[in-house]
């Protein structure tokens, strides 16, 4: 055979280089929402992919384990994520955010701005201020969208803000896209959950599960008002915790909604074409 | 005798006696052996090892041997610990760059005064430590259940100082980070880790599912630095070099290149070995030698030893690396001339693959039966299912982390030619992670390793003897390797 002259050669890796810069720059359009809740142990983290292309995290479990779910729910070579939103400081929600910003392109990161007294949490603000990654702060009543879809951020409100407790001042967000809708509420308890309750008309189609199944939230009237067809409950396998509680299990039986956890099931991916729903297990 | 021979003896009777001090043998013991040892060289027959007129100088040469374990013994002395008790402040200077784990890290810390020895602590994921800091620590240090190491569990720890260490190695280990950065940057984690794994032996990012997959498949090894990417480094340097600079400077570089990549990922058994041998390959075509792989071997254990005896016995890596070397150079050819597998390498060169891996396997098997308590016996299968592409992939993850250092767009591009291989490697990995066919025993005994060396030894001797055009005996024209 003939040598390959090193002239074409050098021609054709470029042409290769050339297409897949096209490839990168393009945006990829699914069409479908898609909500991954990621399987990162005893820890939330949400994946939002909107049908309009962008990619939202909420939240980044206790530990570096997230890189990994990261890694099998975007698409290959997928480097960039728009947002980040943190709802609360607490380390198993912020954990996996220092790795993720060290490794991903980042459009901007939300948070309610109240911090917590912990290394992982100067760490985070430090690599925000090192990559000059802005820092957005959402309260009740602001909004995230993008073409249909929307994010209506319902919590923390100002009486809240101040709260004891942490988990108070968790960013609860309903989101809407595709005809479906879907509640995140983080770390809420049942008296925020009766407080929103009140004043928001909270039905939804997937319910991320407050606290991990904690026993003080999922109430009853609060599950009632959300009447979920699917709810999710983000849980590591044998926590100390003891979550997900028998008491919220037999509370999210009655609503009559499928129930998917992490610990059981693994990564479950929730998926709206606009007419239907569908879980995936993967 | 030659020189060099001379040398290969001497250096492995130095050996011999570390062995035994480490082995724990007493002096008077080690002077009797000593004696028996001068009296074969001296009195045995003709064996074929030891010519008529080497007698007188290895009689003289054997006295090394005492002094191996002598050598041992000092350097034990020189090197005793003191130990904080109970809870404690202590003092130390990181001396290795920290793994930097998913749920923790790892320091090791070199103790300051009033105590000395080394001390591995764990420590929450932040703030991160890194090499040369000084740090204090309130805790408590244990020895590990092996007793090799001491340990200590999240103590509360502090930061008093950021810049000791050497400058030399503060910079290269700078130079890596941004190194594996790049990788990680453009490479999905689990590809990222293993990318990281091939071509510097970064493990931190290794979850432990995957750690798990790759002991229980055999396949640890891909990520233990070796003659691969030594040999890589080498053609990477002569490419960029041949056309500047004149060959005189270009083995200069080489080397240089070569020691500052092993204290870069941290001097690893393994690849202070393939260095050393690799060096030697450079001096021996600049000087025009020949290139002797048996005292290649030797020396490099020999300067090993010297810097540390204790790795001979205590350092399953080192074993593992030279144990392999030795069966792919002496025990490959044994098996290929009594099986007569001399023509025709396969698809990809799948057949020198299995027989590599057989042989380095087979050398090592008593050394993982001991230390591991099992082995897979379908490993020989994973290793050819990677082997095929490995020297591609530790390329092309070379690739992929330099040319980051140029473009994120570029290295965004090499990153995705690496991709497949990755996804391939880390395929058959958990494959035969979760499909194995262990050959378990637990507290191996180490005599019945000393009888299967033995043995082994004996099978490498027949088959040199052999004559050249083999006789095919029946069992042998039977199996399918042929």
New interface residues.
């Given amino acids: 055979m003939k040598k390959a002259s090193p002239i074409l050669l050098i021609v054709l890796a470029l042409a290769a280089l050339d297409g897949f810069l096209w490839y990168s720059i393009l945006p990829s359009f699914s069409g479908d929402l898609a909500v991954y809740f990621l399987d990162v142990g005893q820890g939330d983290s949400q994946l939002v992919h909107l049908p309009g292309g962008a990619k939202i995290l909420i939240d980044s479990g206790p530990d570096g384990k997230v890189l990994r779910e990261l890694g099998r729910a975007l698409p290959g070579g997928d480097r960039y994520i728009d947002l980040l939103l943190l709802t609360h400081p607490e380390a198993d929600h912020i954990g996996g955010f220092v790795d993720i910003l060290k490794r991903y392109e980042v459009g901007a990161v939300l948070l309610t701005g109240r911090g917590k007294d912990t290394d992982t949490w100067r760490e985070f603000k430090k690599i925000l201020s090192d990559k000059k990654i802005p820092a957005i702060s959402l309260r009740e009543g602001d909004r995230v969208s993008q073409g249909e879809s929307r994010f209506d951020i319902l919590s923390p409100g100002p009486e809240y803000m101040a709260s004891a407790a942490l988990n108070d001042t968790s960013i609860v967000s309903l989101l809407t896209s595709r005809s479906a809708s879907f509640l995140f509420t983080a770390d809420i308890d049942e008296n925020l959950e009766r407080h929103l309750a009140e004043k928001y008309d909270l039905r939804a189609d997937v319910l991320k599960v407050a606290h991990h199944g904690s026993k003080y939230s999922s109430s009853e009237e609060f599950l009632r008002e959300v009447s979920p067809k699917i709810a999710v409950i983000q849980v590591g396998k044998g926590n100390s915790y003891g979550h997900p509680t028998k008491e919220a299990l037999s509370r999210l039986g009655a609503t009559g909604a499928t129930v998917y956890r992490n610990d059981a099931d693994g990564g479950v991916a929730v998926l709206a074409d606009g007419v239907t729903l569908s879980v995936l297990k993967y | 005798m030659r020189i060099h021979d001379g040398a290969f003896y001497a250096a492995s009777l130095f050996l011999l006696g570390i062995a035994a001090a480490s082995l724990g043998v007493s002096f008077p013991v080690v002077v009797a052996a000593w004696a028996v040892l001068a009296g074969i060289f001296a009195f045995s027959p003709n064996l074929i090892f030891i010519k008529p007129h080497s007698r007188v100088v290895l009689v003289s040469l054997s006295f090394i041997f005492l002094l191996g374990w002598v050598y041992f013994n000092l350097f034990y002395i020189a090197k005793e610990e003191v130990l904080p008790a109970g809870d404690a402040v202590f003092r130390g200077v990181v001396i290795e760059e920290p793994l930097h784990?998913?749920?923790s890290q790892e320091i090791l810390l070199r103790l300051s005064d009033p105590y000395a020895g080394e001390v591995r602590v764990y420590a929450?994921?932040?703030?991160?430590f890194h090499y040369g800091n000084l740090m204090s620590a309130e805790g408590e240090v244990r020895k590990s259940p092996s007793g090799a190491l001491n340990i200590s569990g999240f103590p509360q720890i502090k930061l008093v100082a950021e810049d000791g260490g050497s400058a030399v190695k503060l910079a290269l280990l700078k130079f890596k980070n941004s190194f594996l950065?790049n990788i990680?940057?453009?490479l999905?984690?689990?590809?990222?880790a293993l990318a990281g794994g091939l071509t510097v032996g970064e493990r931190a990012?290794f979850?432990d599912e995957f750690k798990d997959a790759m002991a229980k498949s055999g396949t640890t090894h891909i990520v233990a630095l070796s003659g691969y990417n030594i040999s890589i480094i080498g053609f990477a340097i002569s490419f960029l070099l041949a056309a500047f600079v004149s060959r005189g400077k270009a083995f200069y570089i080489s080397v240089l290149v070569i020691i500052l990549f092993v204290i870069m990922t941290g001097a690893e058994a393994s690849v202070v070995r393939a260095a050393i041998m690799g060096i030697l390959v450079l001096f021996a075509e600049r000087t025009g030698r020949l290139y002797s792989m048996r005292n290649a071997l030797v020396l490099a254990a020999f300067v090993m030893a010297l810097v540390n005896p204790k790795v001979l016995v205590f350092n399953v890596g080192f074993q593992l690396s030279f144990g392999a070397l030795l069966g792919i150079v002496y025990l490959k050819p044994a098996i290929e001339k009594i099986f007569r597998l001399g023509d025709g390498v396969g698809f990809l060169g799948w057949k020198a693959n299995a027989l590599t891996s057989l042989s380095a396997q087979l050398a090592v098997l008593p050394v993982l039966l001991y230390n591991f308590g099992s082995i897979n016996l379908l490993s020989v299968v994973a290793n050819v299912l990677i082997l095929e592409i490995l020297p591609f992939a530790m390329a092309l993850g070379f690739a992929a982390g330099f040319t980051g250092f140029i473009s994120y767009?570029?290295s965004?591009?090499t990153?995705?030619l690496t991709?497949p291989l990755l996804l391939w490697q880390i395929w058959v990995i958990s494959f035969f992670g979760r499909i194995s066919i262990p050959l378990a025993w637990d507290n191996f005994p180490p005599f019945l390793g000393a009888v299967y060396y033995l043995l082994i030894v004996a099978l490498i001797v027949w088959s040199r003897r052999a004559p050249e055009p083999w006789e095919p005996r029946p069992l042998a024209s039977r199996l399918p390797l042929s």
């Fill in positions: 784990g998913e749920r929450p994921r932040y703030p991160e950065e990680k940057r453009v999905p984690d689990e590809e990222a990012s979850s767009q570029l965004l591009f990153g995705l991709r």
